[in-house]
């Protein structure tokens, strides 16, 4: 009887070959490892926004039991130590510098947010390096605090760091100033907005963990971690931070539950564990709890902005201008002056043809948690202002808010587009992603449900939201240009087996997009072998050539362009070895579904037959090529990659409690040659989940005086089951242009085509009430307010 194997190349929903691991209890995550002899570290974290370290006297808690050493930031000054580096450095307006404060281990002469750490306590057990901890005396004085950016900007507001005068990291900008009052000199509407993106805390599964090791025999340190980035941290905490050659610093990133954009950066505990596990010549381990996290993890968003929209009488987009506030809270974390600039102002032409945008961004200093790319990445609040504003701008022209949209369009003939913010798109088609969300959703029957809505006495809304992102940052020498301190390429080994199964070493990391199932697919699809023979490994230094890790939507657009050049070279040596044993040229041998065939007759050598020939070279051409058949390549991509869509959403609420509930939800996005299916549909509703959370729920929320008032899940709310509706995903497909694989990236486009949608979903369904904005979160006590507030105006209409 034969057995039809299902197709399982590029475009099959494979079933993810990682989850059968994952949901048995199989995974092996960075807290699951314990090393023998293993002590623990506690971090003594700072009670105070602001505060000047008096003393820090450790006298009875060094005597207490258990406790092995206490580190303090004078040990790490006295022991030379460097402090955490930011990876990316951003210009002033005049050309200068940016303001680039030192980032010390632990605490130096002041504390500067609210979790700061002053301390390590390392001791054989949890409990006893946490009640040591407790045994610190710290003398604090408590200065005043700035907790956003206008306060920190306010003239006379207390300093975060001294050598940033006026707290203010750099004031960049994009465009020019003077062709932007050009064009809004002869605008028939100019439509101004303000709004801010909430700031939030991203909420992984898997809190972070560190293990430091150190072997004294070989002086190899050895450092365990919940990484996005495995080399990255190697390159920065090797070179910057302890100081030691890459060669004897390992950095292992095993099963990580979830990163969103968290787990890139480098951390002090990362840096401490290693450091300190060499100096007690014992394993040390540190895993976060969650209110730990809340105040450790680095967060997003948080910005201030006001934009202007140009527009003349037939409603076509004259110019943008757009100032923003960006928080960067108390550090400059690894990448986040990227983030307000390169990430988010280059993207604020967004699907459109405004012929002139000038953007301006001020980077500030508050007494906060460092803030960096969280899901998307500057991208979600690009988009959010945009979409928002074309709804603005909508109700105060008279425009029908499609139609606005639909009418400045960049129109598929144009491709590839030049923006007037340094990007050029390479491929797209906005009306088609449009049309299809609009029919899927049923737009047209809206009206229907919302006089259904009415009669049960809901408020029910619609909206809309079309974007566009770039993903896959590239390429090097010109983000270099633009202030990235590290290359953006990807690397990847395949090594085929002598028995023709096949091992994928690549520099990205997977930690929930299942790349051992789509990457093994693009490796079956090229070379004609089954998922189930090929193995992919990520996530290990010494075993992995180098690579950049994995966040910006970048692991297939990039990594996986790296593989194909890979396996490019090993059909290449391939028709070489089939050459030799079919006694054919080598320019007559061809490669299909596995095969190596000699052109036009029946001869033909299996892709196991000519890997076993190449590690057994009984028969080979020695001379002319090497045995075995394992090749590396580099990739660096010549563009960024720009997936869009168009996410619809639709939400009822309850005007007696202000709750309100998304009931449809439509997203339909361009993400390029679809690997996996299946796997695309499971990100596209993660990332609506988090837009849902950002535009509904979740909000880091501040004191005047800098406290972390929302410090753990008692105060921050995350979306639930019952929070979110069953996501409509659809794929429209427009192929990049400029990587083999025509893949653009499918990990953020949820959280950046969402909370627009909701939050103009939301403002649709009180219209009645005569706002054109809700800022987010819309919770229920404020969605209320704003009923009751407005509640004869409603009654009257």
């Known amino acids: 009887m034969n057995v039809i194997t299902p197709f399982q190349g590029i475009g099959a929903s494979v079933k ?31 009670p105070h926004p602001h505060a000047r370290l008096k003393s820090v006297d450790t006298t009875l808690a060094s005597a207490m039991r258990g406790v092995r050493a206490i580190y303090t930031g004078a040990d790490m000054d006295k022991a030379g130590l460097g402090g955490l580096p930011c990876g990316w450095g951003i210009k002033n307006k005049d050309g200068s510098a940016m303001a680039e404060p030192a980032h010390p281990i632990l605490a130096i002469g002041k504390v500067r947010h609210v979790g700061d750490p002053v301390a390590a306590v390392i001791a054989d057990t949890r409990a006893q390096a946490r009640d040591a901890a407790e045994a610190i005396v710290v003398d604090y004085e408590a200065l005043a605090a700035v907790a956003t950016p206008d306060a920190a900007l306010a003239p006379g507001a207390p300093l975060v760091h001294d050598d940033a005068p006026g707290n203010l990291c750099y004031d960049w900008h994009i465009g020019e100033p003077a062709q932007a009052d050009a064009a809004f000199a002869g605008a028939a509407h100019v439509v101004t907005f303000e709004t801010m993106n909430n700031r939030l805390i991203p909420n992984a599964m898997e809190p972070r963990v560190a293990l430091g090791d ?8 050895t450092l365990y971690t919940t990484s996005q980035n495995p080399h990255v941290i190697r390159l920065l905490m090797g070179a910057f931070v302890l100081k030691i050659p890459e060669h004897k610093l390992r950095v292992v990133a095993p099963d990580v539950g979830g990163g969103f954009g968290s787990k890139i950066f480098h951390y002090a505990e990362e840096a401490l564990c290693t450091w300190a596990a060499a100096q007690l010549k014992r394993p040390v381990k540190w895993t976060s709890d969650r209110t730990e996290a809340f105040m450790s993890d680095a967060h997003g968003r948080d910005h201030v902005t006001r934009a202007q929209l140009a527009l003349d009488e037939n409603g076509i987009f004259l110019g943008l201008k757009v100032s923003t506030k960006a928080a960067m809270g108390a550090y400059l974390s690894t990448f986040a002056p990227a983030v307000p600039t390169y990430l988010y102002a280059t993207l604020l032409a967004g699907c459109y ?11 500030v200093f508050t007494h906060t948690v460092p803030v960096d790319a969280y899901r998307g990445a500057g991208r979600p609040e690009a988009t959010y202002l945009l979409e928002r504003l074309m709804d603005v701008a909508a109700a105060q022209t008279g425009f029908d808010r499609v139609e606005l949209r639909r009418k400045n369009f960049i129109r598929p003939d144009q491709f590839p587009y030049q923006t007037p913010v340094a990007l050029e798109y390479d491929s797209g088609n906005y ?14 029957t809206f009206e229907q449900r919302r006089q259904e809505a009415a009669a049960r006495g809901k408020l029910r809304g619609i909206g809309i939201s079309t974007y566009v992102e770039a993903c896959g940052i590239a390429p090097s020498a010109v983000v270099g240009a633009l202030g990235a301190r590290a290359g953006l390429y ?10 023709g199964s096949v091992t994928v070493l690549t520099g990205t990391h997977s930690h929930g997009q299942g790349h051992e199932t789509t990457f093994a697919q693009v490796v079956a699809d090229k070379l004609g072998i089954s998922v189930d023979a090929v193995d992919v490994v990520h996530g290990d230094t010494n075993k992995i050539p180098f690579g950049m890790g994995t966040y910006g939507s970048r692991s297939l657009a990039v990594g996986g362009s790296a593989m194909m050049k890979a396996m490019d070279k090993i059909v290449a040596k391939g028709k070489k070895i089939a050459a ?3 006694e054919a040229s080598v320019e007559d041998i061809e490669f299909t579904d596995g095969m190596f065939r000699v052109a036009g007759t029946d001869k033909a050598k299996a892709l196991a037959e000519i890997s076993l020939a190449a590690y057994v070279p009984h028969n080979y051409p020695i001379d002319e090529i090497e045995p075995g058949l394992d090749e590396t390549a580099f990739y660096d991509p010549k563009n960024f990659t720009y997936p869009a869509g168009c996410h619809i959403c639709e939400v009822e609420i ?29 990100q596209v509703q993660g990332g609506v989940a988090q837009g849902i959370g950002q535009a509904l729920l979740e909000a880091a929320a501040y004191d005047d005086q800098g406290q972390l008032l929302s410090a753990s899940f008692m105060d921050y709310t995350m979306p639930r089951a019952n929070d979110l509706p069953n996501v409509d995903v659809a794929t429209h497909t427009t192929l990049c242009t400029h990587n083999p694989l025509g893949v653009k990236g499918c990990g953020e486009v949820g959280a950046i085509g969402s909370p627009p949608a909701v939050i103009n979903a939301v403002v649709d369904a009180l219209r009645h009430t005569g706002i054109q904005h809700i800022e987010m979160p819309a919770t229920p006590a404020k969605v209320w307010g704003i009923i009751h507030a407005n509640a004869p105006r409603m009654a009257a209409e």
């Open 16 to 46: 993810r070959k990682e989850d059968l691991r994952f949901l048995s209890g199989r995974g092996n995550y960075t807290d699951d490892m314990n090393r023998p002899g293993q002590l623990y570290v506690h971090f003594l974290r700072s």
């Open 214 to 221: 150190y072997d004294p025999t070989t002086g190899e340190h």
């Open 353 to 363: 043809r405004t012929p002139v945008v000038y953007a301006e961004v001020k980077a």
């Open 431 to 444: 009306d088609a992603t449009l049309d299809q969300a609009l029919e899927a959703s049923g737009w047209a």
């Open 490 to 499: 990807e690397v990847a080994t395949i090594r085929v087996h002598p028995t």
């Open 580 to 582: 030799h044993l079919m």
């Open 654 to 682: 309850d005007p007696d409690t202000g709750r309100v509930e998304v009931v449809n939800f439509t997203a339909v996005d361009d993400v390029g040659r679809v690997i996996n299916p299946m796997i695309v549909e499971g």
